[in-house]
């Protein structure tokens, strides 16, 4: 069967996944200003961007000839649960016949993950199955670790550029990834190529350092942030994300009691803020601004949809966050919105305001003369 | 002790429990009175941009009772009132978004969890926390939750009887309910008014829609009005429904609606910026669409114009009696 999926994250590996139990692939596209008018055409209005992009994805990705969609459900009480059952209603109204695979939670539904799992691993058999999973999220995590050594070094680079084109490389040697083995010596490849790419020097306590948090999806995904970390690259600034699929992955399928996520150690340090979880990656948000600040980084920029429900509670309580820890916070909120100067305007009075505080912060005289 | 009840939100579907609660426990409650520009302003000013109306106003009920006598201001945060649904999560998160929003309101929030699996609160579980807030024993405030889940269902009981709930609430105080009377019209409509009592109810936000449908010869029924049970039975042809307590309520309410022959059509009143509606308001056109019904959405917001308010009931309504009466 023709398969397609969310683009969002390493979609390298969900292909590896999907093509290992005998499926055609038809790679999503990375959404463009085409896809967002085809989104923002057949979504509802006051729907929250990622879904608006899924809609484009799903759209151009069937003209492509996909006949089914492979996605992630859930019941928390995030908007994000419920796509399927919305897209699926909507493409049916545009005439496309398709069908729809929901992987819902392990946890909370054991019965309709199996069985989602079942019906997409088709004549292949379960150890197989388990198997490939266990590749794709070695494939994963290395591809994550990669680039998250990345997100530090491009703010240094001498050409720019030379980071997203090593990374496009890097990307092409994984899809020749076939079993764990070739995954561990490809990420040995990575590394060599990633120390190749010529750097400046630099002082590691001059660099800025800033953490992004927010919502899984625009954080993530460079074409719904507008490119907020080549922007902040190019402006000199080391970033750290907090979101990666190979953590949420881990913190979803984390199958032994006693071993404890980082996410898990640090949530404890939200709780005085925000009581419970909403269903969101609030939660989490809120503990790694404070995990960030303790760990020395200079401000943290909160990305979130317009209208995202979740997110909105989080940005609620920044401004007593900040004021708390004394810490530069800025929230943004996005949507299919592309002009650039509202956000290249905040970045830079937000890293000057950053900048400020971290000089008054250290105590370094160097960076003072700056 | 006196405590002060904002009037906003669930307060229309919940203000004879907790005042039966409070006055079993002999508290004295103090409410907000009903929403004016005022209270708009205060809402709007002390919370984030982009954020739903009816948390604004909320907001701005909660300012303005902070600046009466009142010791604490009582925002229970609402968790789930049936088996695996939950509420939006910035109900989950209302004490939280306002302690840290509104000034002054530390130290004078009384914030109990509701998380129960009857809608009348009756199976509550943790008395004990609520109690010491209260600084009541935990029988007395069981006792109470009692007294007040019995008052609930009276109130729930006038709801299927066809009313709404400000007759509802009416009745229940025993007050001269102004006795509605039907404008003579031989061309009566009947038309369903679907949407969150906090948009509906509140007179700023709704513009009184009810009344305003009734002076033009429609009778008004709303999801209040109808059997939890039959809601649920409507709710079974998903596999999967929405996450939220009340969407599906409105969901299973819109099905009902629609299959039901004495309806003429629907409409929807949804606020700007609502996240369960942005998906409630595509499902219902699509279900609209099946049925052959007239439906309509009317987004509300905290602007004060009316006229586009009336100008599209009227139109909607005239359409309606024009399917419904053909002239020949």
């Known amino acids: ?370 | 002790m006196k405590v002060g009840l904002p009037r906003a939100l669930l307060f229309y579907y919940y203000d004879p429990l907790w005042q039966a609660f409070f006055h079993a426990l002999d508290i004295e409650t103090v409410t907000s009175g009903a929403t004016t520009p005022h209270i708009v302003d205060n809402g709007v000013r002390n919370s984030v941009a982009e954020i739903c109306v009816p948390i604004k106003i909320f907001c701005g009920h909660v300012v303005e009772l902070l600046a009466t006598d009142v010791d604490a201001v009582f925002i229970p945060r609402m968790i789930t009132v049936e088996e695996r649904k939950r509420f939006c999560p910035k109900f989950l998160g209302l004490p939280d978004m306002m302690r840290y929003t509104v000034p002054g309101l530390e130290g004078r929030l009384l914030d109990p969890d509701i998380q129960c699996r009857q809608e009348s609160l009756a199976d509550a579980q943790d008395y004990e926390s609520l109690a010491k807030m209260l600084g009541k024993s935990g029988r007395e405030v069981k006792r109470a939750f009692a007294v007040a889940s019995e008052q609930w269902e009276v109130f729930r009981r006038y709801h299927r009887s066809g009313m709404n709930i400000d007759e509802a609430m009416a009745a229940l105080n025993k007050k001269e309910n102004p006795v509605y009377e039907p404008p003579k019209n031989e061309k009566r409509l009947t038309i369903a008014v679907l949407g969150y009592v906090y948009n509906i109810y509140d007179s700023f936000v709704g513009m009184d829609i009810i009344k305003k449908l009734r002076l033009m010869g429609a009778d008004v029924v709303t999801f209040e009005m109808l059997d939890d049970g039959s809601v649920a039975e409507k709710l079974q042809r998903y596999s999967k429904t929405t996450p939220w307590t009340f969407t599906n309520k409105l969901l299973g309410a819109g099905y009902d609606f629609f299959e039901d022959p004495k309806i003429d059509g629907m409409i929807h009143v949804t606020a700007f910026g609502c996240g369960p509606d942005s998906m409630l308001g595509r499902l219902l056109e699509f279900i609209a669409v099946d049925h052959g019904k007239p439906f309509m959405t009317i987004r509300v917001d905290e602007h004060t114009g009316e006229a586009h308010l009336s100008t599209r009931v009227e139109a909607f309504t005239d359409m309606l009696r024009r399917k419904k009466f053909p002239v020949r």
């Open chain 1, 1 to 370: 069967m023709k398969v397609t999926f969310p683009y969002m994250g390493p979609v390298l590996a969900y292909k590896k996944l999907l093509e290992a139990v005998g499926h055609e692939v038809i790679m999503p596209q990375k959404p463009t200003q085409g896809t967002f008018d085809l989104a923002t055409k057949y979504s509802p209005e006051f729907l929250c961007f990622p879904f608006k992009c899924l809609m484009g994805t799903y759209i151009e990705a069937l003209e492509a000839g996909a006949e089914a969609i492979v996605t992630t459900g859930g019941d928390d009480n995030c908007r994000a649960g419920f796509y399927a059952e919305v897209h699926r209603r909507i493409l049916a109204s545009l005439g496309y016949n398709v069908q729809f695979f929901v992987i819902e939670s392990l946890f909370k539904h054991p019965r309709d993950f199996i069985g989602s799992i079942r019906d997409l691993k088709g004549k292949y058999s379960w150890w197989h199955a388990l198997g490939t999973i266990h590749f794709c999220y070695d494939l994963i995590a290395a591809m994550d670790r990669i680039q998250e050594r990345i997100r530090i070094l491009r703010a240094h680079e001498k050409n720019k550029g030379d980071f997203t084109r090593a990374w496009r490389d890097i990307e092409e040697l994984f899809d020749t990834c076939y079993d764990r083995q070739d995954v561990r010596e490809t990420e040995k490849k990575a590394w060599k190529i990633l120390h190749s790419v010529p750097v400046e020097l630099w002082d590691p306590k001059q660099a800025m350092r800033i953490g992004i948090v927010g919502e899984i999806y625009v954080t993530m995904e460079g074409h719904a942030n507008q490119e907020i970390e080549e922007t902040l690259a190019a402006m000199g600034v080391e970033v750290v994300n907090s979101q990666y699929v190979s953590h949420w992955l881990k913190q979803r399928l984390q199958i032994l009691p006693w071993r404890k996520s980082h996410m898990e150690k640090i949530i404890a340090k939200a709780k005085p803020y925000l009581k419970l979880d909403l269903g969101g990656h609030e939660q989490e948000n809120i503990a790694h601004m404070i995990d960030y600040w303790e760990k020395g980084l200079d401000g943290v920029i909160h990305l979130m949809p317009f209208a995202c429900m979740p997110e909105l509670v989080t940005q609620s309580i920044i401004p007593r966050i900040s004021k708390d820890l004394g810490m530069p916070i800025v929230s943004l909120a996005l949507d299919e919105q592309r002009g650039t100067a509202n956000i290249q305007t905040r970045l830079e009075a937000f890293l000057d305001l950053a900048m400020g505080k971290k000089i008054r912060r250290a105590g370094v005289p160097g960076l003072a003369a700056r």
